[in-house]
């Protein structure tokens, strides 16, 4: 055997015997630790986002293994907590054979840049697990107010009530004032947990529930406005912009030209009078009926007994015809008449005056005539005897 076989003989057993060392002392180092583990090592979440880690410690040697815990590399503004059993832990006991398990959480800031971000948690002196978090969206420190329902529509006299969600999307506790654009004479009303309030407190990271109710003008004009609405708190605000459609309001009055809401006629007779249907909301009336309560066997007739249309701000002249019962006696009567439609309506009483029949008069008269004259005569005739 040359000389040169014999060195390259050599060097390969010394290869080998290193080789035999490096794997023996590995296999020593890993029986002496402690093994980290999770199954979700890299994961992509937006900013403000809460994370919840679930850690197992495993123990695979012979020995019980006790651990110091840390989670370094954490970037500035990140937060954690590290608990087992309910407890915050910062060292663990591990049985051989055996493992314990870590709750970490971590709290990503809402001011984050869009990355990825690398940190660990570490066994020291025994074992590391590396971490990663990618941020999917550039972070902001802002406030959001949003809601499922930006948009409603009735008529004037409606109280529209919007749900909303404030969210305070910041490191720190907020105090929101609650204040509403709306039109002259709207009346807008913000609750929070069923009371009225001006402002509400939310912690950070929180949430708090708003409903908004809106109530317009009895007099506003049918059409769509736009309300917006902001939450506002120091560096921070938000601003929701809510839509309301109105129809109009629905508003009528009943009278006669001259507002006199009396009359007379004689029983049995009948008598017409002029009623006037007005207007006074803002949106159209369609198919206004016009009907009557009357006093036993009386009747009221109207011309006509419905009115197609009446637009906003004008009148419909209506006539209304009484007939008297023909034995009714003298005295006040009253007549109620009401005009309405689905939306609204509108009543009045008319004193109706009944006078005894002037036939009924001439009749007394006569008699009492006849009875003079029969009186007459007899005197003549028989006065003397």
Same mark, same amino acid.
């Given at each position: 055997?040359?000389?040169r076989?014999?060195?390259?003989? $050599?060097?390969m057993?010394? #290869?080998?015997?290193?080789?035999?060392?490096?794997?023996?002392?590995?296999?020593?180092?890993?029986?002496?630790?402690?093994?980290?583990?999770?199954?979700?090592?890299?994961?992509?979440?937006?900013?403000?986002?809460?994370?919840?880690?679930?850690?197992?410690v &495993?123990?695979?040697?012979?020995?019980?293994?006790?651990?110091?815990? %840390?989670?370094?590399?954490?970037?500035?503004?990140?937060?954690?907590?590290?608990?087992?059993?309910?407890?915050?832990?910062?060292?663990?006991?591990?049985?051989?054979?055996?493992?314990?398990?870590?709750?970490?959480?971590?709290?990503?800031p809402?001011?984050?840049?869009?990355? %990825?971000?690398?940190?660990?948690?570490?066994?020291?002196?025994?074992?590391?697990?590396?971490?990663?978090? &990618?941020?999917?969206?550039?972070?902001t420190?802002?406030?959001?107010?949003?809601?499922? $329902?930006? !948009?409603? =529509?009735?008529?004037?006299? @409606?109280?529209?009530?919007?749900? %909303?969600?404030?969210? !305070?999307?910041?490191?720190?506790? $907020?105090?929101?004032?609650?204040?509403? #654009?709306?039109?002259?004479?709207? !009346?807008?009303?913000?609750?929070?947990?069923y009371?009225q309030v001006? @402002?509400?407190?939310? =912690?950070? !990271?929180?949430?708090q529930?708003?409903? &908004?109710?809106?109530?317009?003008?009895?007099?506003?004009?049918?059409?769509?406005?736009?309300?917006?609405?902001?939450?506002?708190?120091?560096?921070?605000?938000?601003?929701?912009e809510?839509?309301?459609?109105?129809?109009?309001s629905?508003?009528?009055?009943?009278?006669?030209?001259?507002?006199?809401?009396?009359?007379?006629?004689?029983?049995?007779?009948?008598?017409?009078? =002029?009623?006037?249907?007005?207007?006074?909301?803002?949106?159209?009336?369609?198919?206004?009926?016009?009907?009557?309560?009357?006093?036993?066997?009386?009747?009221?007739?109207?011309?006509?007994?419905?009115?197609?249309?009446?637009?906003?701000?004008?009148? %419909?002249q209506?006539?209304?015809?009484?007939?008297?019962?023909?034995?009714?006696?003298?005295?006040?009567?009253?007549?109620?008449?009401?005009?309405?439609?689905?939306?609204?309506?509108?009543?009045?009483?008319?004193?109706?005056?009944? =006078?005894? @029949?002037?036939?009924?008069?001439? #009749?007394?008269?006569?008699?009492?005539?006849?009875?003079?004259?029969?009186?007459?005569?007899?005197?003549?005739?028989?006065?003397?005897?």
């Amino acid at each position: 055997m040359s000389i040169r076989t014999k060195r390259i003989m $050599q060097c390969m057993a010394l #290869l080998l015997i290193t080789g035999a060392i490096a794997v023996f002392s590995a296999q020593s180092v890993r029986a002496q630790g402690l093994t980290l583990y999770t199954p979700y090592t890299k994961i992509s979440v937006p900013p403000g986002e809460s994370l919840d880690f679930s850690i197992d410690v &495993i123990n695979n040697s012979k020995a019980v293994k006790r651990a110091d815990i %840390a989670i370094t590399g954490l970037p500035k503004g990140w937060t954690y907590t590290l608990k087992s059993g309910g407890w915050t832990v910062e060292q663990v006991s591990v049985l051989p054979n055996d493992r314990k398990n870590l709750a970490l959480q971590v709290q990503v800031p809402f001011k984050v840049n869009k990355g %990825a971000y690398r940190f660990y948690v570490t066994a020291r002196g025994m074992g590391t697990l590396p971490l990663t978090v &990618i941020i999917s969206r550039q972070g902001t420190y802002q406030t959001d107010l949003t809601t499922t $329902q930006a !948009n409603m =529509e009735g008529a004037a006299s @409606s109280t529209f009530t919007f749900n %909303a969600t404030l969210q !305070n999307r910041t490191a720190g506790n $907020q105090v929101y004032a609650l204040s509403a #654009l709306a039109p002259e004479g709207w !009346n807008i009303a913000f609750k929070a947990n069923y009371k009225q309030v001006s @402002s509400v407190n939310i =912690e950070a !990271n929180k949430t708090q529930e708003l409903t &908004i109710e809106i109530k317009p003008s009895d007099q506003t004009k049918a059409g769509t406005y736009k309300i917006p609405v902001l939450a506002s708190s120091g560096g921070t605000s938000a601003r929701l912009e809510l839509e309301v459609t109105v129809t109009g309001s629905y508003s009528m009055e009943l009278t006669t030209p001259s507002g006199l809401l009396s009359t007379d006629v004689t029983a049995g007779d009948h008598k017409r009078i =002029e009623l006037q249907v007005k207007n006074t909301g803002s949106a159209d009336l369609k198919n206004v009926e016009l009907k009557a309560t009357t006093p036993a066997n009386w009747d009221v007739q109207f011309e006509p007994a419905k009115v197609e249309s009446i637009s906003a701000g004008q009148s %419909a002249q209506v006539f209304a015809t009484i007939k008297a019962d023909r034995k009714a006696i003298a005295g006040d009567y009253v007549t109620e008449m009401t005009a309405s439609t689905p939306e609204t309506s509108s009543k009045i009483s008319v004193r109706v005056t009944v =006078e005894t @029949s002037l036939i009924w008069g001439w #009749l007394g008269i006569l008699i009492v005539l006849i009875a003079a004259g029969s009186v007459y005569y007899l005197f003549r005739r028989y006065g003397r005897r």
